[in-house]
């Protein structure tokens, strides 16, 4: 069975600029979760949708959003990039909602804002 | 405010003692408490966890204690290997319940880097 998949792995982008992150989880699962990693704060829940709603979200400004499609695939995308947003973007997919000891992480995208 | 921490961002040990990993949390309200590993270009994966009503739960090499009253955990790896050096995560649930339905949150530690030494 194939794992979470992201792409890209590696971004560049310069403040102002907006970005698009996408996640395709393990076949069959329907909960998609977004996290931020960085070296000062961990890591932080950004939202979770299941699906195609978003079911719950964490405390992001609103320059941050995502979606879900039906096949369960999710993107997420982050607006007027602001240096602080540099960070690794993970995204973890589950069976079910709240499934978190089930929860399978990609690798991640590793964004960097110059 | 961090609700959950993780205040020893390292810990090095000798291959086959013993790994403590220790977390602390505020939140009275959390339910469900996970440890996840996590390797260097690889996302975390799920390792342990323990209800909020246990106070022991054990996995082979890993064990998990929870002290509710301390508000503490911790993660103990009995013997360590090498191959269980990486970056370790604590985190909590805690269950919302909204008028559309409830929802959990997880909220992590910044994690401690383990490194076993042969």
């Known amino acids: 069975k194939a794992g979470v998949t992201q792409t890209p792995r590696y971004l560049i982008k310069t403040r102002g600029q907006q970005v698009t992150l996408s996640c395709s989880p393990i076949?069959?699962?329907?909960?998609v979760s977004w996290y931020q990693q960085t070296p000062g704060q961990g890591l932080q829940f950004l939202f979770e949708y299941f699906s195609e709603t978003q079911r719950n979200k964490g405390n992001f400004p609103g320059r941050f959003s995502g979606r879900q499609f039906s096949n369960s695939r999710s993107e997420m995308n982050v607006s007027t990039l602001e240096l602080g947003d540099s960070a690794l973007y993970l995204c973890?997919?589950?069976?079910?909602?709240?499934?978190?000891?089930?929860?399978?992480f990609g690798p991640g995208t590793r964004l960097t804002v110059l | 405010d961090q609700q959950v921490k993780q205040n020893s961002p390292s810990l090095s040990v000798q291959e086959g003692r013993i790994s403590i990993l220790n977390c602390d949390y505020t939140?009275?309200?959390?339910?469900?408490f996970l440890w996840y590993k996590k390797y260097p270009a690889e996302g975390p994966t799920f390792l342990i966890s323990i209800s909020s009503i246990k106070d022991k739960n054990e996995d082979g090499r890993f064990t998990v204690f929870l002290n509710k009253s301390a508000k503490h955990l911790s993660l103990h790896i009995v013997p360590s290997q090498p191959g269980d050096s990486a970056v370790y995560f604590c985190?909590?649930?805690?269950?919302?319940?909204?008028?559309?339905?409830?929802?959990?949150?997880?909220?992590f530690g910044k994690g401690t880097l383990l490194t076993v030494n042969p």
């Open positions: 973890a997919s589950s069976l079910v909602r709240g499934g978190h000891n089930e929860q399978f």
């Open positions: 985190a909590a649930r805690l269950l919302q319940v909204r008028s559309g339905g409830s929802n959990y949150k997880l909220t």
């Open positions: 076949s069959g699962h329907r909960s």
């Open positions: 939140n009275s309200m959390f339910d469900y």
